[in-house]
């Protein structure tokens, strides 16, 4: 089994998009359900805090001096007011400004229902009445009289289970509301989750459904987010079918290129062998010898040409000097054993010639163009670089005339030979360079002229760095 069957599936976009909505949904229904709870707990109070109030005013309204002495006619009202709660106890009491008690409980209100603050309309606080908790109010009626002088306070209490049971009512009301919600935006949520995720299941539909050869480019009629990764996959895409592409002109190449030369050395090999002059003989070794140098010469251009080709996908691009890259060709006097006693000379400035692309790619193109003209040119060589009209240049020039314009227009193709060639292969030299200048955004320019025919690739110059 392969690495990737035993690789468990990791978990698909789709669910992880639903696990964050519906834990977003959660969380927001906790805070949901704690914001309903404290607004629940905060409008009983509130509801409730009023009737207590009304009440402590209905009896405080009641209150009377009857010679110096208040006295309290309870009215039904109040009661009626508290009996909104039914399951809640009522205490009540009605202090003088002593805080001797007039009417109500004796002994079982807590302490501060006597003690309110100076001056204050009503006072409100919880404590407890007995093993419950209860809420309490205070209120005041001031008296300024001839006979009697002084503050009356009516404390009334309540205990909180009507509080209680509205709260939990109001949250239990909101969480209905909102779980209701919750679930229409969840499923609404996997709705539009579908639909959002609908292109990547078309993608892969179209995938599947592919053959295995197929490298065209995927639709880039996406949603902007897919786009990205359409482009990545056909950028991918697009280098495995040059890579292809490489291999299947490779192949074809051999068969063509080697096909007739193989064929011929066999002939002369057994021809020589069964040769009885040893002059013949020898003359004819000779030959299968130039023919054996030929056939290698042309391997190791195709074998080149597939190198370059792999190179421009797979090498990483970095800022190169194309006079170090004449200089290299130049150095490495290839030229001594192609043509000796030949001149070639170099030509370049002092000026740095810099573009982005593969060292070891533009340098084979340059021999490539140096072999050619020593093979098929005349005369004095140069290899050089320079800046032409904002754009670097690789050149190789000799002082020949150049192939007709016939031949010049074909040249550089696949299988292309030169009537000079005498049985080399002169397309598939340029065919390197003009896949080196087409890698690196240029371009092959074959310039026949008064000086001499010049061979050069045409690069876009590295950009020079602001100060």
């Not at 399951?87 to 807590?110: C, E, K, M, N």
């Not at 007739?260 to 002059?279: F, G, H, N």
């Not at 391997?299 to 006079?323: C, E, P």
């Not at 163009?369 to 800046?387: F, M, Q």
């Amino acid at each position: 089994m392969t690495e990737a069957a035993l690789t468990p599936a990791s978990r698909s976009l789709k669910s992880r998009v639903v696990t964050g909505v519906l834990s977003l949904l959660l969380v927001g229904g906790l805070v949901v359900a704690l914001a309903a709870f404290a607004y629940g707990r905060q409008a009983a109070r509130a509801a409730y805090d009023r009737l207590l109030l009304g009440a402590a005013n209905d009896i405080a309204e009641t209150i009377q001096i009857n010679d110096g002495v208040p006295a309290v006619d309870l009215p039904v009202s109040a009661f009626q007011l508290l009996a909104l709660a039914p399951d809640d106890r009522i205490f009540y009491a009605v202090r003088d400004a002593a805080g001797r008690l007039i009417t109500g409980l004796a002994g079982d209100l807590p302490q501060a229902a006597s003690t309110p603050r100076a001056g204050a309309e009503a006072r409100f606080f919880d404590d407890r009445f007995g093993p419950e908790r209860a809420r309490f109010v205070t209120v005041p009626r001031r008296f300024a009289e001839r006979d009697y002088s002084g503050t009356i306070y009516v404390t009334v209490g309540q205990t909180l289970r009507a509080r209680e049971a509205m709260a939990l009512g109001l949250t239990r009301d909101a969480l209905i509301v909102a779980g209701f919600a919750g679930v229409v935006l969840l499923v609404l949520g996997l709705v539009l989750v579908d639909r959002a995720l609908g292109p990547l299941d078309a993608i892969a539909r179209d995938l599947s459904a592919r053959d295995p050869h197929d490298l065209t480019p995927m639709p880039t009629g996406v949603p902007a987010e897919m786009a990205v990764v359409i482009g990545a996959m056909n950028r991918f895409m697009g280098r495995l079918e040059r890579q292809v592409e490489a291999m299947r002109n490779l192949i074809s190449d051999t068969a063509h290129q080697l096909r007739t030369p193989v064929a011929a050395l066999r002939v002369q090999a057994e021809l020589a062998a069964e040769e009885p002059d040893p002059a013949r003989a020898r003359a004819m070794a000779a030959r299968i010898a130039r023919r054996s140098r030929a056939l290698g010469d042309l391997l190791d251009q195709m074998l080149a040409r597939a190198l370059v080709i792999h190179r421009s996908d797979a090498a990483r691009r970095a800022a190169v000097d194309l006079r170090e890259v004449a200089l290299g060709v130049i150095e490495a006097g290839d030229h001594e054993l192609i043509a000796p006693g030949r001149e070639v000379a170099l030509a370049i400035g002092e000026s740095p010639v810099e573009v982005m692309g593969d060292a070891l790619s533009l340098s084979e193109a340059a021999k490539n163009l140096l072999v050619n003209a020593l093979r098929h040119g005349a005369g004095r060589v140069e290899v050089g670089a320079g800046l032409e009209g904002g754009r670097a240049v690789l050149w190789v020039r000799d002082t020949g005339p150049g192939p007709g314009a016939e031949v010049l227009g074909r040249i550089g193709a696949r299988f292309e030979r030169n009537a000079a060639a005498r049985g080399t292969s002169a397309g598939l030299g340029l065919s390197i360079a003009r896949a080196v200048a087409e890698a690196c955004g240029g371009t092959l320019a074959l310039d026949p002229g008064p000086a001499g025919f010049r061979a050069a690739l045409i690069l876009p110059p590295l950009p020079e760095e602001a100060p």
